[in-house]
């Protein structure tokens, strides 16, 4: 009888260990290797901004970039301040990975709008980078932009956001690139 009891035990907690592994709620809340991937890029960054404006040469400005882990190691906030075109900037962008969907997230707010640019995609390990998609209002037009944003993490000092614009019927157009550089000490 202790032999079957004990059998029993051992066959209960293996059976819950197993359950417990394969919890989708312990997945969705544990950092996984691209939040391991998205904490080394804390720290001090220039951002350098390359907007395109149609036909004239791009302008690039630089900013301060300021990049911190939030909430138990599971987003990349992205803090930018600096000057642009003689006005105060600010923006905070924040990139997460959803474990359950495989899917990146990057949401960005600046002090130049009231608008939220929210954009999804796949993450591709082999060149790590994401394709992310979303869409916002031309203040001007009211019509909507869809915005293809390619994050890749070119080296570990290193990040580039390519944006991409699309409206209405015309092509899509490179618009502004960002691309964050390490502070060296």
Do not use: C
Request: hydrophobic share 35%.
């Amino acid at each position: 009888m202790r032999k079957v009891i004990l059998v029993l035990i051992i066959l209960f907690m293996t059976t819950s260990a197993k359950a417990q592994s394969q919890d989708p709620w312990a997945e969705y809340m544990t950092p996984s290797a691209i939040h391991t991937l998205f904490a080394q890029y804390t720290g001090s960054f220039k951002m350098e901004i390359t907007m395109s404006m149609g036909s004239t040469e791009p302008t690039v400005i630089t900013v301060d970039s300021e990049h911190n882990m939030l909430l138990g190691d599971r987003f990349l906030e992205m803090k930018q301040q600096g000057n642009m075109m003689g006005m105060d900037y600010q923006s905070i962008m924040t990139l997460g990975y959803n474990n359950i969907d495989k899917k990146m997230a990057l949401t960005t707010i600046t002090n130049m709008g009231t608008g939220t640019l929210s954009l999804f995609g796949d993450w591709d390990e082999k060149t790590k980078s994401a394709t992310l998609l979303g869409q916002l209002t031309n203040p001007v037009t009211k019509n909507s932009i869809n915005v293809k944003q390619v994050v890749t993490f070119i080296d570990k000092d290193t990040i580039l956001i390519e944006s991409f614009d699309q409206e209405r019927d015309k092509p899509e157009t490179k618009t502004i690139q960002y691309k964050l550089i390490r502070n060296k000490k």
